[in-house]
């Protein structure tokens, strides 16, 4: 039987209903009278998903969810045209709470841990995403794992995209990321989870090429992009390293930028891009999404305007020797 080919699959274990609202002053005690709330799907690779359809993709997105929460999610998820490969789970979905302070601009955000799955449930979600990713080029695993998921999971997952022909970008933290030990072909950490994985500071941009490259060394992953925040990002083959620069925006909202990262740079690949151009996509549509509240959707237009006005990157020359 043919199998309909898409771009990307996405994973998204401990998905949230993001609610996001505003008020004048965030102090404790008093109670804060916030204004009209807006509500996204949220979690890491739900998040991708939505945005590299929004960028043109072929995408499908597995997740558990359960509840009220978890049925709002996959309806959200569908209105982003978003074909789903929803898990039924026993517990309510997770939310999470983004309250951002008019009077100074500063953004609380408030996320709850999400509900344990069961060993059945996380076995259903594998079954899943064997079946996307079968007949997927990407699949992007990203977000953190949920209560009661093994720390080897994403592991599991990489096996599983090895075993199917899929390329893997892994988008995670703590131990979900320090357990995996081989088959990722992208790797995106923040400067943060790559201080985590070396329990070091890494203060200069050598010690982070030099981190980069040791995953990579160890069979880790093939290429690693190391998000910098306002300070672009890094990109780090077992034979180069490039740092790309940030543009800088009036920024609305922080929130969901690295997933945008993430999307644009998979989109990019699936192009058949090389990693530089998929790249300077990648920090075009984070700077886009800082554009827009909660983890609202960026607008293709938006992206193609920044990605216009992304420079070439530079060398790190301290490893180029």
């Given amino acids: 039987m043919d199998v309909t080919r898409i771009a990307i699959a996405t994973l998204t274990m401990n998905p949230a209903l993001d609610i996001t609202t505003?008020?004048?002053i965030v102090r404790h005690t008093d109670k804060i009278r916030c204004g009209a709330a807006t509500y996204d799907a949220g979690g890491g690779g739900i998040n991708v998903a939505r945005f590299a359809r929004v960028l043109g993709a072929s995408v499908t997105a597995v997740y558990p969810a359960g509840g009220p929460t978890g049925a709002m999610v996959t309806s959200l998820v569908g209105e982003a045209d978003v074909p789903v490969r929803r898990v039924v789970i026993g517990k309510p979905t997770r939310e999470s709470f983004t309250v951002n302070e008019r009077s100074t601009g500063k953004q609380y955000r408030f996320v709850l841990p999400g509900p344990r799955l069961t060993a059945a449930e996380q076995e259903a979600c594998l079954a899943e995403l064997r079946s996307a990713a079968e007949a997927a080029d990407f699949v992007v695993a990203s977000g953190s794992l949920p209560p009661g998921?093994?720390?080897d999971f994403y592991q599991r997952v990489a096996d599983l995209c090895r075993e199917v022909g899929a390329r893997l970008?892994?988008?995670t933290s703590g131990g979900g990321l320090t357990h995996v030990t081989s088959g990722v072909f992208l790797l995106k950490p923040s400067v943060r989870e790559l201080r985590e994985?070396?329990?070091?500071?890494?203060?200069t941009e050598s010690e982070q090429v030099a981190a980069a490259r040791e995953l990579i060394d160890r069979g880790i992953t093939q290429v690693v992009v190391v998000s910098l925040g306002g300070d672009g990002a890094l990109l780090v083959t077992s034979d180069e390293a490039q740092r790309f620069s940030a543009l800088h925006v009036h920024a609305i909202s922080g929130v969901g930028a690295g997933d945008a990262l993430v999307a644009a740079i998979t989109v990019g690949l699936s192009r058949d891009w090389s990693l530089h151009k998929s790249v300077r996509f990648g920090i075009a549509a984070a700077t886009a999404k800082l554009l827009t509240p909660g983890t609202s959707a960026c607008t293709h237009a938006d992206v193609d305007r920044f990605f216009d006005q992304v420079g070439e990157p530079v060398a790190v020359d301290a490893l180029m020797n």
């Fill in 169 to 171: 970008i892994l988008d």
């Fill in 149 to 151: 998921a093994p720390p």
């Fill in 22 to 24: 505003s008020a004048d």
């Fill in 197 to 203: 994985c070396f329990d070091r500071l890494l203060e």
